[in-house]
């Protein structure tokens, strides 16, 4: 059974996604396509321009395949031309990604219009409050698009949340078996009394500085490196090529490189860290969602504007902390996304510690008493049909 009975007026939906350069825009469509398909029954078409991102993130997915079913998402190669479909009855263009003319027109041909919906960009600036749910027509068909934003406030539209993600989460963290077997599946002896952190992000080489604080403090370190761009500024550092399954060890730092993980392990990776480092918009909410301490790399945004959205979000995050706690969080986070760290920046987090990673957990509990980001869309649609 789903979690609702689905309104048959809003029982097909299709997400258009185009993937820019990195795997956050279809790491955010397929999770909420899986959702809708897997909790409120909804048949979901998801188009896509480039399917070797998505096999990146679930390895089943067939290259070359036209259509095909992926975790319960019907999958559909979204190529140009773009042959017309009969448009589902909720339509859901990703990041302003542009739909095909030739579907606008089919939509703008039906008798009941499809609700269309823009999904834009997470973010935690105070104006999004204002323009969620806002409506725009379109300047030549009959038809109207709603923007839609994700946020960390009453009055946006909520992050993706599987119903069973923190009950899975609580799960694995109560069982040292589990965690254990884990690391092992990555091929990792975890060493006891290491604090164990992932290392997630866009090229940076601020990362020397941070390895160098690692390798030289008291604590020891596992740090695991999923293959990703920042693998090459720690190529640099270690002055040799890494692949998956290599390890460097240097003072009190033991390194290893994992491969890119699969959406699920990629979870549990999060949940078996103490402190983890992401990039983008689908790996930040998945850390928020993990309740751990956790340093956000922005994606890079001209006349700095991703210095803004940085700010909004750390303007919540740090709400009620205690001061050193909340500036030892922000220097480290603002030196990173600035790549370069400061003398003592990484100690003077280390020694917040027990307070930041009690406000992980707080924090990943307070979001988790609004709605889920895929009940609201329905919720919203369901107005407008």
Excluded at 101 to 111: G, R, S, T, V
Aim: with cysteine; charged share 20%.
């Amino acid at each position: 059974m789903h979690e609702n009975d689905m309104d048959q007026r809003l029982a097909r939906w299709d997400i258009f996604c185009r993937v820019v350069d990195n795997y956050g825009d279809i790491g955010v469509t397929f999770r909420l396509a899986r959702q809708l398909a897997d909790e409120y029954g909804v048949a979901v078409r998801l188009w896509l321009d480039d399917l070797a991102s998505l096999a990146m993130l679930r390895p089943e997915t067939a290259l070359q395949a036209a259509r095909q079913t992926v975790a319960g998402v019907d999958v559909c190669r979204w190529d140009e031309p773009f042959d017309a479909a009969q448009p589902a009855q909720v339509v859901i263009e990703a990041f302003a990604c542009g739909l095909p003319q030739a579907y606008l027109e089919a939509m703008a041909a039906c008798a009941q219009k499809p609700v269309w919906i823009n999904l834009e960009y997470l973010s935690a600036e105070a104006w999004v409050d204002d323009c969620h749910g806002m409506a725009s027509r379109h300047p030549r068909l009959p038809l109207t698009q709603y923007f839609f934003f994700p946020g960390f406030s009453r009055g946006t539209g909520g992050l993706l949340r599987e119903r069973t993600l923190l009950a899975e989460r609580q799960a694995f963290r109560a069982h040292a078996d589990r965690q254990q077997a884990f690391w092992q599946s990555l091929g990792i002896n975890e060493a006891a009394g290491a604090l164990k952190i992932s290392l997630f992000g866009y090229s940076n080489p601020a990362v020397h500085s941070l390895l160098d604080s690692w390798a030289s403090g008291a604590q020891a370190v596992l740090a695991v490196v999923p293959e990703n761009r920042l693998l090459r500024d720690v190529e640099h550092y270690c002055g040799r090529s890494l692949k998956a399954g290599d390890e460097l060890v240097h003072g009190s730092l033991r390194l290893v490189v994992l491969p890119f993980l699969p959406q699920d392990q990629y979870d549990r990776l999060l949940w078996a860290c103490d402190i983890n480092f992401v990039r983008g918009e689908d790996s930040f909410v998945r850390a928020q969602w993990a309740a751990t301490p956790l340093v956000w790399q922005i994606y890079l945004q001209d006349e700095n504007i991703h210095l803004e959205k940085l700010e909004a979000f750390l303007a919540r995050y740090t709400d009620g902390l205690p001061v050193d706690a909340a500036l030892a969080l922000q220097n480290l986070w603002r030196d990173w996304n600035r790549q370069q760290l400061a003398d003592g920046v990484w100690q003077d987090c280390l020694s917040c510690w027990p307070v930041l990673r009690q406000h992980a957990e707080t924090w990943a509990a307070s979001l988790a008493q609004a709605e889920n980001l895929a009940a609201q869309l329905i919720s919203f649609c369901k107005t407008r049909v």
